[in-house]
């Protein structure tokens, strides 16, 4: 009789934790790709990486963009687990709120990922890095550690790439960060000049799919693999040589995620928007998130 009910509290006192009370991984990186679209992906070969994280991870290709598909709006709603009405960034380069969003911090912004893990978790090692520097106004620069912007793609000559990815890979191998975005803008330029599904287009997919093999090694050389959740993710899609509008080619982007406590080969078929993937860092992390987010963790995709 004492088992059973030795049982029983154990079962109750573990149904009360809250969801996402438990830390899942000390470490999240987090690549994002802009402008990699769902249909192009689909079509994509040669890109190992990419595969070798979905068969042994959790994905869904439909995740979808806030409206209109454009960059800074959506990157918005990523880190800010808000949608445009809230957050209020509404143009492709906006670098404050277009009219007042519904709730900003003491800072001018709405809290971001990294403002609660500022507040939260003091003591985590945060960083960014990023070779479009609207990037930078997003993210709550003042809550993070180490930043960096790449000036990249826009260099007149020397960049690639591999080069760039080569910063992150020492970033990780140096600071072992908690939590680390590395923006790959590339995509989306190449979007811009050649077209979504050009062959210029899916070469920049092979790219890109290599900078993963490569943070993948860095995890590994740094000893944190085993501890790490990685996922990648874009802000939008695109067609012909532009983005904004409301077609699934341009509002459908993955989500993919891989590392502890992910299921493994999981496609989930649950809905899920841009604000989605903050309120996934954040249960991943155990954070409490504030009021005015309205992004829900996919916590489907755990163990």
């Given at each position: ?240 040589r532009g983005h904004g509008g409301f077609t699934l080619s341009e509002l459908e982007t993955p989500f993919i995620v891989y590392g502890k406590h ?8 649950e809905t899920m928007m841009q604000y989605d993937v903050a309120a996934t860092f954040a249960y991943i992390f155990g954070l409490k998130t504030p009021q005015c987010w ?10």
């Open positions: 009789m004492k088992k059973v009910l030795i049982i029983v509290l154990l079962v109750l006192t573990t149904a009360w934790i809250p969801a996402g009370a438990r830390k899942l991984a000390k470490h999240v990186v987090f690549i994002g790709i802009d402008g990699l679209s769902t249909e192009c992906f689909n079509q994509a070969t040669d890109i190992l990486n990419f595969k070798y994280l979905m068969e042994n991870g959790s994905y869904t290709l439909a995740k979808r963009s806030v409206m209109p598909s454009a960059s800074a709006i959506n990157w918005a709603s990523i880190f800010m687990g808000m949608p445009t009405e809230m957050h209020c960034y509404y143009t492709w380069g906006s670098k404050v709120p277009d009219i007042p969003a519904a709730y900003v911090t003491d800072r001018g912004m709405p809290p971001t990922i990294y403002t609660l893990l500022e507040e939260q978790m003091p003591s985590a090692v945060t960083g960014a890095l990023y070779n479009w520097d609207g990037i930078g106004y997003l993210i709550d620069t003042l809550a993070i550690d180490h930043y960096a912007y790449d000036p990249g793609y826009h260099q007149p000559e020397g960049y690639s790439l591999e080069k760039y990815t080569e910063r992150a890979v020492n970033f990780i191998l140096e600071k072992k960060p908690a939590f680390f975005t590395f923006y790959i803008g590339d995509q989306d330029e190449v979007g811009h000049k050649f077209g979504w599904g050009s062959p210029e287009y899916y070469q920049c997919i092979r790219d890109c799919d290599k900078s993963i093999g490569m943070i993948l090694q860095a995890l590994k050389d740094a000893g944190i693999y085993d501890d790490t959740i990685v996922v990648v993710s874009s802000d939008h899609g695109g067609i012909d992910v299921k493994k080969g999981y496609a989930f078929e309205v992004g829900r963790p996919m916590c489907q995709i755990f163990k």
